[in-house]
């Protein structure tokens, strides 16, 4: 497809379809030394609970294969690499490598080595063979992809038949009255923690603006289906501040 003169968000800028992996990239290179205190100051550790709640629906057994896409400092791929053991393998992939590197690092901390490989890949051009990865998994990264079609697309064809996508990202609060309370905790907290924790406020603006321009629950649901997802379904968490949508390629 020719993208030339096509526009891509960022937040809420408009860039060049061509120019957001790039800025993505900065941004992600940017925070990487303080990605993970980040994480639990923002959502007062609960993060670990949605991570913890995406990996129990995995179905992983002993000995098989995983692939954790734009899996950064390498929380999902730890949780993955527990459930696979030392028989099965596990990928931690990212377009990033400054976060790949603090991923492996931490993976080979926690005694993972042998059977866990770490390499710098663009969601939309996974280089692996087709149908080969029992679980895909991709945490708050399906966002920052410029082509999340594309993306998906490429998730389902290195899936074995039978095998299970798992998208965990931001979405849009159902509760109500929750909204405002996020709006405004996200615009004016996260920025401010940013500036304070990691001296970089405008890409924690800019990660607050890419929630607003993600595909809502059933906008993503929707794309999971016309990618080749069986079985597509989400949950809600915390009030619909972040769900979890899983398919299955058949």
């Not at 003169?5 to 900065?26: L, N, T």
């Amino acid at each position: 497809m020719d993208n030339s003169g096509r526009k891509a968000d960022f937040g809420f800028e408009q860039v060049a379809w061509g120019d957001k992996a790039e800025r993505v990239r900065s941004v992600f290179a940017s925070v990487a030394g303080k990605y993970d205190v980040m994480n639990d100051l923002m959502s007062f550790g609960v993060h670990r609970l949605w991570k913890h709640f995406t990996l129990s629906l995995t179905g992983l057994r002993p000995g098989q294969r995983a692939l954790d896409v734009a899996g950064g400092t390498g929380d999902l791929a730890l949780g993955l690499l527990r459930q696979v053991g030392k028989s099965g393998r596990v990928v931690l992939s990212d377009v990033n490598p400054a976060m790949l590197e603090i991923g492996r690092d931490r993976l080979l901390d926690r005694g993972w080595a042998g059977n866990v490989d770490c390499i710098v890949a663009d969601a939309e051009r996974l280089p692996f063979e087709d149908s080969c990865f029992d679980c895909v998994t991709i945490g708050f990264g399906l966002r920052n992809v410029t082509d999340q079609a594309a993306a998906l697309a490429c998730m389902h064809r290195v899936l074995k038949p039978g095998g299970q996508l798992l998208v965990l990202e931001f979405s849009t609060p159902v509760a109500p009255g929750l909204k405002p309370i996020y709006d405004a905790y996200s615009f004016n907290v996260l920025p401010m923690l940013g500036r304070l924790v990691a001296n970089d406020e405008a890409s924690y603006r800019y990660l607050a603006e890419s929630i607003r321009k993600h595909p809502n629950q059933e906008t993503l649901l929707a794309m999971l289906r016309d990618a080749g997802f069986a079985q597509a379904r989400y949950h809600n968490l915390t009030g619909g501040i972040v769900a979890v949508h899983r398919g299955y390629k058949i």
